[in-house]
């Protein structure tokens, strides 16, 4: 494994990916938003999941988070501090809840995760409702190659994001939480900072991922910019790529956004089935993922 | 307001929610306990119970309470299933670990995701119920309907049922044993493998009848079934490892909780509540469900 070649790999076909705008039309521009904001949701997901073993199933609660921060400011602050703002209101909320909630291990850990989300899910639901909005509407968003440059950049951050980390003592650190967190905490790895700093890493760009998608889709409802499905998604991406990996995410991502552009706007449930089947048979089968598995292959 | 509060009727409401609870987390329970594998897929039993009655009644005129029997043997049987096809194979080698609960967990949610997906393209999203035993009675001061009462017998019943199987039938000794000590559990000679398929069996089919009380009073939809997964779960927490009786204790306390709390605020707050426990609980035990890790190794 060799995470700077991997990171010039992603990095060249991230940079190649920038031309589509000039050859394509919208169609192609909307994929590629979709690829790039999986990669980099993914990325800052295996980030802290993959390496450290704490599997974050509630990482949608960062998204939704940056999409309603980004939405509520529209027309308050300049498009580039409101989505400043939306990584920013992530990574706090990833601070303030860590310190707990990285306490609590293994299984408890995924729930509670998952819990956390839809938590805050419906006090956005109830505090909308009080507010006396339904959904509300953004006019005027920057135009689809502008977004598509933006969610470009965001994916390449994540990767070198993801890269740093693996390289550093915190990446070396978090692994060795994953083997054996008392092992590691008794070799000297300050094992509690390690763990809210990879959490608060992994957080912030896919709250400035979800400000993003708050523009593309130009309304903001609570039951879709918190939607659990997109969670689930990130794991199963990650899963399916290999999640110890910086290709794993590239690799996750583009199988199934060809799945989804195939499936999601006339059977989105197969889709959502599809996804379930691939994680299931990869768990059991494929545990390691596609990178994982080629990786060893090729060194057998 | 404080009539509504005093009113038998919400009590009742709470009660029948507090029975409800209890079934569903008993079966989580007991695949927790036996196996250490947390089954987030276990809502959508309930889900997948409440179709069979609703579709049963719908279809052929079948009365609930009737078809509850073939309803439970269904989910057992999806229960054996599951556990030959996906299970067994992981549990087998190096028994439980941390390495396969969190594997076994991946396993449940795509399984859990599947369910749902595949409910919601056969029966479509919409939400589904029909009419049985709505007739109001009224018992002094306190109205309540026919299938309210019914659901709370049966699920209270069927609890009373699964509590004495465990504490006196060979089978569900053989239950506790492996809940308590799974090692010492096999060296007595109990047959490891059988009863972890008898657990699956049992809390699949407990889950199921939970669905099919569920549809008498509410509508069934496909997407249903996690918060009940999740009110299982609070429920253990507070309850404990194979305390079943503790669990039901914890089962009513939520169910007054969140009956009395939603009657305080709105209905939109039912959701926060659940989830507010659910957050709390497990922010305040951070060792999991049971701090007893000299047991449970």
């Known amino acids: 494994m060799n995470p700077t070649r991997d990171l010039v790999v992603v990095l060249a076909l991230l940079g190649a990916s920038a031309i589509v705008p000039l050859m394509g039309g919208d169609y ?56 400043a703002l939306a990584a920013g209101a992530a990574a706090v909320f990833a601070f303030v809840t860590g310190m707990p909630v990285l306490r609590v291990r293994g299984p408890y850990f995924v729930i509670l995760t998952f819990g956390i989300a839809e938590l805050v899910k419906f006090v956005v639901m109830a505090a909308e409702a009080a507010a006396g909005n339904a959904s509300r509407l953004i006019l005027g968003t920057p135009q689809i190659e502008t977004l598509f440059f933006l969610m470009l950049g965001l994916a390449a951050a994540a990767t070198v994001l993801a890269w740093g980390v693996r390289v550093s003592r915190l990446g070396h650190g978090l692994r060795a939480i994953r083997e054996d967190e008392e092992a590691a905490e008794t070799l000297g790895v300050p094992v509690a900072r390690y763990k809210l700093l990879a959490f608060v890493l992994s957080a912030c760009i896919p709250g400035a991922v979800g400000g993003v998608m708050a523009l593309r889709n130009t309304y903001f409802e609570p039951l879709q910019a918190f939607d659990p499905m997109i969670s689930f998604s990130m794991i199963a991406m990650a899963v399916i790529g290999g999640s110890d990996d910086l290709r794993g995410p590239v690799v996750g991502t583009a199988f199934f956004v060809f799945l989804s552009e195939m499936l999601w706007a006339n059977a989105p449930q197969v889709y959502m089935m599809m996804l379930g089947i691939l994680l299931v048979l990869f768990v059991l089968f494929v545990p390691e993922g596609l990178c994982g598995r080629l990786f060893r292959a090729r060194t057998a | 307001m404080i009539d509504t509060l005093a009113s038998g009727q919400l009590l009742f409401a709470a009660l029948a929610l507090g029975a409800t609870y209890a079934l569903v987390a008993l079966g989580l329970n007991l695949v927790y306990g036996t196996m250490r594998l947390l089954n987030v897929a276990h809502g959508d039993l309930v889900m997948l119970g409440g179709y069979i009655t609703y579709w049963a009644f719908a279809l052929g005129g079948v009365s609930p309470l009737v078809s509850l029997l073939g309803t439970a043997v269904a989910a057992a049987l999806l229960g054996v299933l599951a556990y030959r096809l996906l299970f067994r194979a992981m549990l087998g080698a190096r028994g439980t670990g941390p390495r396969v609960e969190a594997n076994s967990l991946l396993l449940f949610f795509g399984l859990s995701i599947v369910v749902q997906n595949l409910a919601a393209l056969i029966f479509s999203p919409t939400p589904r119920g029909y009419e049985y035993l709505s007739d109001v009675l009224h018992f002094g001061n306190v109205a309540l309907t026919g299938n309210r009462l019914a659901a709370l017998l049966v699920a209270a ?96 306390a939520l169910g007054l909780l969140e009956t009395y709390g939603v009657a305080l605020t709105s209905t939109n707050w039912r959701s926060i509540l659940l989830y507010g426990t659910f957050v709390a609980l497990l922010l305040a035990r951070p060792q999991g469900l049971f701090g007893r890790p000299a047991v449970m190794r």
Do not use: K, N
Not at chain 2, 168 to 179: C, F, N, V
Not at chain 2, 182 to 197: F, K, N, P, S, T
């Open chain 1, 28 to 83: 192609w521009i909307g994929v590629g938003i979709s690829t790039f904001m999986w990669v980099a949701l993914t990325q800052s997901w295996s980030l802290l999941s993959g390496l450290s073993g704490y599997v974050s199933l509630g990482h949608v609660v960062f998204y939704g988070l940056g999409t309603y921060i980004v939405v509520t400011s529209w027309e308050v602050v300049p498009i580039a501090v409101a989505l």
């Open chain 2, 157 to 252: 019943a069927l609890c009373l049922a699964v509590v004495l199987f465990l504490r006196w039938h060979t089978m569900g000794l053989a239950m506790r044993a492996l809940m308590e000590h799974r090692e010492a559990a096999a060296v007595v000679g109990v047959d490891i493998d059988r009863i972890q398929l008898a657990s699956f069996a049992v809390g699949f089919g407990t889950a199921a009848v939970a669905g099919a009380l569920v549809s008498m009073t509410e509508q069934v939809s496909p997407f249903m079934g996690f918060p009940f997964t999740v009110a299982a779960f609070v429920v253990i927490v507070m309850g404990g490892l194979g305390r079943l009786e503790g669990g039901m204790a914890a089962a009513f």
